[in-house]
């Protein structure tokens, strides 16, 4: 298995693009089987869970053509059977979004309960809520939801509370249902609008995406289109905390400077200078790392998937700093590793505190899950000494070539082959 090996203290220097977002590009790949015309996706990132979302696809019927590492032709014509594959499809949260397109497309779908990181329990029952609301019925049996509907008719929506992926598949079930279907509470997060622009591209008729309140009115036929996928908003702020932890000066660019401000706005409390341009913002540390309290919350707050990546830039600043995050049953999973190297970390129920400390040493740690493993590579990046970081899969879903941008703006980082039991050997 693959590890990444870092030796810690080089500051980031000169400039990384970021590529497509992976939160849109799962949802997109899967809105094509709504499409009664083939598709050009670009933009699209070069990672495993787009290639997962892809696979599904062509086991199911669908013709794939890569035209290169970011450019995909799909045409889901030939997808005759509303049933999704198991193993596949288990091992990402984005499957979810099959039960969508399909009931939308077939009025039935069978898809067995997503997988994705492990944040704690992820129940999908306000997207079952929207399915229901719209006419369909479902039943959960050996794992695998079934949903189905004689007719689609549309109705309204209200979430209980606020859920991206069930914003998402209800606006999959809407699009070709008969009438107005009116959501709301709905998720506002850039890749919803990203996906109603897609949709809307091809004929769809979806509005106030990226408000509370998203008014879908079904249409009948959704051509073939070419889009090109949102930068990724994860991807960039990943980079821009990785800049400011090892007090580097970094030109982030292809991004959307907009969707950015809930991370800017934080790194700029802690004392990290922000520039902002018309594509791209640019990284730079002068003075100390200043201690922050920060909650989660859905957008435009600052994203949960931005947490463990902040969390470790605040180990190395100065004063004790609280984060909360209760989106999520348990997104401090990480913080044991963190502790490894150094990092003075508390944690009740969602609640860290976060004592600032002069640096981390690096250590043996392992990633346990997407954003966690993001967050240990920084903090690889900003220690003395290396850290050897396990379970590099999890990172490899959502970032696409880390270690290469990492490389090229000055980082020591290697990916390694280690058969199994191997440790290798950290040296001073
Ligand atoms: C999406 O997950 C993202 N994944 C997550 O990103 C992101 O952290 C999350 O939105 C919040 O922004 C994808 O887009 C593929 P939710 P999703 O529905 O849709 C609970 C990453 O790192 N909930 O907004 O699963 C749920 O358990 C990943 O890129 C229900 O209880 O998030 C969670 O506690 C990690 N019932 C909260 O709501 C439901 O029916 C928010 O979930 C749906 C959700």
Known sequence: MYKFIINGGNKLEGCVSISGAKNAAVAIVAATILCDEPC???????????????????????????????????????????????????????SSYFLGTLLGRF?????????????????????????????????????????????????????????????????????????LTIIENAAKEPHIVD?????????????????????????????????????????????????????GDVLIKNVIPKHLESITVNLRKMGVKVEEFDDSVRVSVEGPIMKNNVKTMPHPGFPTDMQPQLS??????????IVTDDIFDNRFRYVGELRKMGAEITVKDKIAIIQGVDGLKGAPVKATDLRAGAALIIAGLCSEGITQIDDIFHIERGYECIEEKLQAMGADIKRVYCQPMDSVAITG
Do not use: W
């Not at 719209?134 to 979430?159: P, S, W």
């Open 195 to 247: 996906l109603a622009n897609f949709l809307n591209s091809m004929g769809a008729d979806i509005r106030g995406a990226g408000t509370d309140v998203i008014k879908v009115r079904g249409v009948e036929y959704l051509k073939g289109i070419s889009y090109g996928i949102i930068p990724d908003q994860i991807e960039a702020g990943t980079y821009m905390v990785a800049a400011a932890a090892t007090r």
């Open 312 to 321: 470790t830039l605040l180990t190395i600043a100065d004063g004790t700093s």
């Open 107 to 179: 009025h039935e779908a069978y898809v067995p309960m997503p997988g994705g990181c492990d944040l704690g329990d992820r129940p999908i029952d306000q997207h079952i809520k929207a399915f229901d609301h719209l006419g369909a019925t479902h039943e959960i049996v050996n794992g695998t939801v079934h949903v189905k509907a004689d007719m689609l008719i549309g109705n309204q929506i209200y979430f209980d509370f606020i859920t991206v992926g069930g914003t998402i598949n209800a606006i999959f079930a809407a699009v070709k249902a008969n009438g």
């Open 40 to 94: 050009v996706l670009e933009n699209v990132p070069d990672i495993s869970d787009t290639a997962i979302c892809a696979k599904i696809l062509h086991e199911m019927g669908a013709s794939i053509n890569y035209t290169n590492k970011n450019t995909i032709l799909i045409d889901t014509r030939n997808i005759k059977s509303p049933v999704v594959p198991l193993e596949l499809a288990r091992s990402m949260r984005a």
